[in-house]
């Protein structure tokens, strides 16, 4: 039967006493406002991140492009991305894992969930407490665990850490599913449940804009004249609502219509945004024609002018063989530690989807255990910081002394 060594709960042992401290710096973490678009704050943080990851490599910043919308007034306009925080300690002839986490929060800098209070019954309450700063202490202190160990040479490493998970990854979703080509196995921070279940299979996800131009008149003296953007719109979102569930798991979700005016004019803007959430990638395609030849039906109506933005940017994480593989390992390693380790399929999205889409098989629940996230009443369980950052470190260790059998589902690129 395998055990956990002596030398290894002596880490553990050094974790358990490092809690307080690591509680402490993830305060000031969160007490940093990173909203998904305060580009200020998620700047502050990514150097602060660079210096934790510098202490195991030549940490770096990654450019991304630039982030493109279609605002209210159905302008694109175009917001400068933060970088990627990216760690890269190469081992030839050795497996490599890809971590990722991400340092941006739902709560923007006029938000008033701003700072963390300790609810005094072994819960802490903050925004990004448990999505997903805690789980960049749980990342940080896991690898301070596997140096310690001695077992840092013996696996390959890549930490990426974005500025955009919490609004689809549109600037670095792409960059996420290249890396995923040159690795074994991808663990993402993201939390778990509060009681410390993990998520299996994924449905994939994407966001859309629709922009409806028309033609303003005066509603009383030349309403016929006029082309209501307004209505357009509408009588085109009833279609698209009307896809919700034609294919197995496929929901739609009519999100905002912006549009309208003065009472007396003819509306000659509307921009509207869905969501669409789907089960199985073979429907991708058909999703995107229905939703094209819709737009294509409206536009081509005299006086309309119709765009459709987006597209689905999350493909579903399905439980493949290689994931399967994976989760039983994670499953046997949280038995050596007294943790029992279950699975739930989730229509939420995450980066693991992104990995998934290059085969690479991954766990992305593997942050601390809370809940209530994306709201005020966030919270994280304090002593799930040491908790998962031990189970964490002994995934690590025991793939880096070989006790796991790594498969894909694709084959991995070669050079990095």
């Known amino acids: 039967m395998i055990e956990v060594s002596q030398k290894v709960n002596q880490i553990f042992d050094g974790v358990d006493e490092q809690q307080g401290d690591m509680l402490a710096e993830l305060i000031t973490w969160c007490d ?3 909203g998904s678009t305060n580009y200020a704050g998620l700047m502050q943080l990514s150097e602060v991140l ?26 694109e306009v175009s917001f400068q991305s933060p970088p990627i925080v990216r760690l890269v300690l190469e081992r030839e002839h050795k497996p490599s894992v890809l971590l990722v986490g991400h340092y941006d929060t739902v709560y923007d800098k006029e938000h008033a969930f701003q700072i963390c209070t300790d609810l005094s019954n072994g819960l802490i309450n903050g925004p990004g407490i448990a999505d997903l700063k805690g789980g960049l202490s749980v990342m940080f202190k896991a690898l301070e665990c596997l140096q310690s160990a001695g077992l840092l040479d013996e696996i390959g490493i890549e930490v990426l850490l974005n500025p955009d998970e919490e609004i689809g990854s549109p600037c670095s979703g792409a960059y996420l599913v290249e890396r995923a080509k040159y690795h074994d196995v991808g663990l993402i921070f993201e939390p778990s449940l509060p009681d410390g279940t993990l998520v299996g299979e994924r449905k994939g996800s994407g966001n859309f804009t629709v922009r409806v131009n028309g033609k303003a008149a005066h509603a009383g003296r ?3 004249s006029g082309r209501n953007a307004l209505m357009h719109l509408t009588k085109l979102f009833n279609e698209i609502n ?14 905002s219509i912006q549009g309208g005016g003065a009472l007396n004019v003819v509306p000659d803007l509307a921009v509207g945004r869905f969501n669409c959430r789907i089960e199985s990638n073979n429907d991708i395609a058909w999703l995107e024609e229905q ?18 933005f987006g597209g689905i940017t999350r493909r579903p994480k399905p439980l493949t063989k290689a994931n399967q593989n994976l989760q039983n390992f994670i499953t046997e390693t949280g038995n050596l ?23 690479l098989p991954n766990v992305d629940t593997l942050g601390v255990r809370g809940g209530d996230i994306h709201s005020i009443n966030e919270y994280m369980v304090i002593d799930s910081l040491a908790e998962r950052t031990k189970f964490v470190a002994l995934i690590l260790m025991r793939m880096a002394q070989g006790e796991f059998d790594f498969i894909r589902d694709s084959e991995k690129l070669n050079k990095a």
């Open 242 to 255: 009307e896809l919700h569930g034609q294919k197995d798991g496929l929901t739609v979700n009519i999100a």
């Open 50 to 75: 660079l210096a934790k990851l510098s202490v195991f490599g030549e940490a770096e910043f990654v450019s991304l492009p630039d982030r493109v919308v279609v605002n209210d007034q159905g302008e």
């Open 32 to 34: 940093m406002n990173t």
């Open 291 to 308: 939703l094209a030849s819709m737009t294509s039906e409206y536009n081509s109506v005299e006086g309309y002018q119709v765009a459709l």
């Open 222 to 224: 030349d309403i016929e």
């Open 337 to 359: 530690l007294g943790i029992d380790v279950a699975y739930r399929a989730t229509g939420g999205v995450c980066d693991g989807n992104n990995l998934s889409q290059s085969g």
